[in-house]
């Protein structure tokens, strides 16, 4: 069958293919960022029937797949469209190998699978591909080094390196791949101030949004790129994820509802369902029961991948919880039989179900309330807990949520670091993520005081700490802060 297929392609197509990013192109390229495939994929076909020997025409088709799998996570999709990968590096090899887009298409197609892939734990694979990529992006730089292009693929690799598992990074030192998360970003953001990049500043924004929210902890690069976003998320999913993400990390849990609630129409688009999920759970953050109800279960219904699920029914058992109902279990069910248990939230969301835990009803509003922004009304919660024998089980929970709520009050970095020190001290035989979290915290506070020396202590205490909820996450943040202070 993939003989057929490739001859197929190459009796359709000249001998060596061309790259032409034509007008035609960059309009199917506005389409798939949009997620408007079907009016891509029209526009593709015509290319196909009226120029077919332009290779551009592969890679689009591929970027529609990456899409589809990033946003809907469907695995029958997956397992099919992944096959046809291969094939379409054959077809990009046929092409003019003088071209910029020979080496750069090669790059973002495996690029893209190593992604998608990730969204299924096939890690080594996806490394192999990153490996991969980098390879033929680097090569490209120093072939055509004035071909703006590169900047993307290099600056979203060179902050991405700590992304794969531990266990797989041996993959990526066989071509000595290195990151900076300062010069990948840099690399990333200068291409926001060319205007000949201008059509790409959409995927751009998505991408440095993603890599600032997962790599640093700059409130002003995010209030910056929020800026830079503008009200564009009314015109693009993928901006109005990035906003939302945003608004959240600055606090402003009221703009980001307003952002979520403004999303563009679905018609002609394809659904990004988990928009539902984070409108459910800004609403839960201001305790509006009723509406996160509705779009936890909007999301449940409509949702056909497998991430977030078991998510999704943890919150509405924190919400009967939180009301009075008790049927929590009832959800904690669900949370066990639906879903998938790959990403952090759902593992964490698995392991309450299995043990039928909540927390104290306090430090959940505490929580709820910070989470959204709510410093003050998160503070009140905090402190109508008087810390008595039934509380003793949450002491390192207490502290820490704590130390949180006061480092958005102005409070002394003094008085916040003690209380992160009693979170970590409580709690650093514990599974749960106060201590390595408190440890991260605190690292954070050394590195904005510029005490380099203290916050290496911490971040090293943070990776010191294993078996805990968030742990990939969390460690990646900690090596993330380590990278900061040795650039």
Same mark, same amino acid.
Request: glycine letters at 4%.
């Given at each position: 069958m993939r003989?057929? /297929?490739?001859? *197929?392609?190459?009796?359709? /197509? /000249?001998?060596?293919?061309?790259?032409?990013m034509n007008?035609r192109?960059q309009?199917? @390229?506005?389409?798939?960022?949009?997620?408007?495939?079907?009016?891509a994929?029209?526009?593709?076909?015509?290319?196909?029937?009226?120029n077919p020997?332009?290779?551009i025409?592969?890679l689009?088709?591929?970027y529609i797949d990456?899409? =589809?799998?990033l946003i809907?996570?469907?695995?029958?999709?997956?397992?099919t469209a992944k096959?046809?990968?291969?094939d379409r590096?054959?077809?990009i090899q046929?092409?003019?190998?003088?071209?910029?887009?020979?080496? @750069?298409?090669q790059?973002?197609?495996?690029?893209?699978?190593?992604?998608?892939r990730?969204? *299924?734990?096939?890690?080594?694979t996806a490394a192999?591909?990153i490996?991969?990529?980098?390879?033929?992006?680097e090569?490209n730089?120093?072939?055509?080094?004035d071909?703006?292009?590169n900047?993307?693929?290099?600056g979203?690799?060179? $902050?991405?390196v700590g992304?794969?598992?531990e266990?797989?990074?041996?993959?990526?030192?066989?071509?000595?791949?290195?990151?900076?998360i300062?010069?990948?970003?840099?690399?990333?953001?200068?291409?926001? %101030?060319?205007?000949?990049?201008?059509?790409?500043h959409s995927e751009?924004l998505?991408l $440095?949004s993603f890599?600032q929210l997962?790599? =640093?902890?700059?409130? !002003?690069?995010?209030?910056?790129?929020?800026?830079k976003i503008?009200d564009?998320y009314e015109?693009?999913? !993928?901006?109005n994820f990035a906003?939302?993400r945003?608004?959240?990390?600055?606090?402003?849990?009221?703009f980001?509802?307003?952002?979520?609630e403004?999303?563009?129409?679905?018609?002609?688009?394809?659904?990004?369902?988990?928009?539902?999920?984070?409108l459910?759970m #800004?609403y839960l953050?201001?305790?509006?029961?009723?509406?996160?109800?509705?779009?936890?279960n909007?999301?449940l219904?409509n949702?056909?991948?497998?991430?977030?699920i078991?998510?999704?029914?943890h919150?509405?058992?924190?919400i009967?919880?939180?009301k009075?109902?008790r049927l929590q279990h009832?959800y904690?069910?669900?949370?066990?039989?639906?879903g998938?248990?790959?990403i952090?939230e759902?593992k964490?969301?698995?392991?309450d179900?299995?043990?039928?835990?909540?927390t104290h009803?306090?430090?959940?509003? /505490?929580?709820?309330?910070?989470?959204?922004?709510?410093?003050?009304e998160?503070l009140?919660?905090i402190?109508s807990?008087?810390?008595?024998k039934k509380?003793?089980? *949450?002491?390192?929970e207490?502290?820490?949520r704590l130390?949180?709520?006061?480092s958005?009050?102005?409070?002394?970095d003094e008085?916040i670091?003690?209380r992160?020190?009693?979170?970590?001290d409580i709690?650093?035989?514990? =599974? #749960?993520y106060?201590a390595?979290? #408190?440890?991260?915290?605190i690292g954070l506070?050394?590195?904005?005081?510029?005490d380099?020396?203290?916050?290496?202590?911490?971040?090293?205490?943070c990776l010191?700490?294993?078996?805990?909820?968030?742990?990939?996450?969390i460690?990646q943040?900690a %090596?993330?802060g !380590?990278?900061?202070?040795?650039d």
């Amino acid at each position: 069958m993939r003989i057929l /297929t490739l001859l *197929f392609l190459f009796l359709s /197509t /000249t001998v060596f293919a061309s790259f032409q990013m034509n007008e035609r192109m960059q309009q199917s @390229y506005i389409h798939i960022i949009n997620l408007e495939f079907d009016a891509a994929q029209k526009l593709l076909i015509l290319e196909q029937n009226q120029n077919p020997d332009n290779a551009i025409v592969v890679l689009q088709h591929n970027y529609i797949d990456f899409l =589809t799998v990033l946003i809907g996570e469907e695995e029958e999709f997956f397992n099919t469209a992944k096959d046809k990968k291969s094939d379409r590096i054959d077809v990009i090899q046929q092409g003019d190998e003088n071209s910029p887009y020979y080496l @750069y298409a090669q790059a973002e197609v495996h690029l893209q699978w190593a992604f998608a892939r990730l969204k *299924f734990d096939e890690y080594l694979t996806a490394a192999y591909e990153i490996q991969k990529a980098y390879s033929l992006l680097e090569e490209n730089q120093e072939q055509f080094p004035d071909f703006m292009l590169n900047k993307k693929g290099l600056g979203l690799l060179h $902050t991405l390196v700590g992304a794969i598992p531990e266990q797989y990074q041996w993959v990526l030192n066989l071509v000595g791949m290195e990151g900076s998360i300062i010069v990948g970003l840099r690399e990333l953001k200068s291409l926001l %101030k060319d205007e000949e990049m201008e059509m790409y500043h959409s995927e751009i924004l998505f991408l $440095t949004s993603f890599l600032q929210l997962n790599m =640093t902890n700059d409130d !002003l690069a995010y209030k910056q790129l929020l800026d830079k976003i503008g009200d564009e998320y009314e015109k693009n999913y !993928l901006l109005n994820f990035a906003a939302a993400r945003l608004s959240n990390a600055l606090g402003m849990n009221g703009f980001c509802i307003n952002i979520l609630e403004n999303r563009p129409e679905i018609e002609g688009k394809y659904p990004f369902h988990y928009l539902d999920y984070l409108l459910g759970m #800004s609403y839960l953050y201001k305790l509006d029961y009723e509406k996160s109800e509705l779009y936890f279960n909007l999301f449940l219904k409509n949702f056909k991948g497998n991430n977030y699920i078991k998510s999704a029914y943890h919150k509405l058992a924190w919400i009967s919880y939180l009301k009075g109902e008790r049927l929590q279990h009832k959800y904690f069910e669900k949370v066990i039989e639906e879903g998938a248990g790959s990403i952090d939230e759902d593992k964490v969301a698995l392991k309450d179900a299995k043990k039928n835990y909540i927390t104290h009803s306090r430090l959940l509003r /505490t929580r709820l309330f910070y989470d959204g922004g709510y410093y003050e009304e998160a503070l009140f919660e905090i402190n109508s807990v008087k810390i008595v024998k039934k509380y003793a089980n *949450f002491l390192d929970e207490h502290w820490y949520r704590l130390a949180r709520v006061i480092s958005k009050l102005d409070y002394a970095d003094e008085d916040i670091v003690a209380r992160y020190q009693k979170a970590f001290d409580i709690g650093r035989e514990s =599974t #749960s993520y106060f201590a390595p979290m #408190s440890a991260l915290q605190i690292g954070l506070i050394y590195e904005k005081q510029n005490d380099v020396e203290q916050a290496a202590i911490y971040f090293e205490k943070c990776l010191s700490l294993s078996n805990f909820d968030y742990e990939r996450g969390i460690h990646q943040k900690a %090596k993330a802060g !380590l990278a900061r202070i040795a650039d």
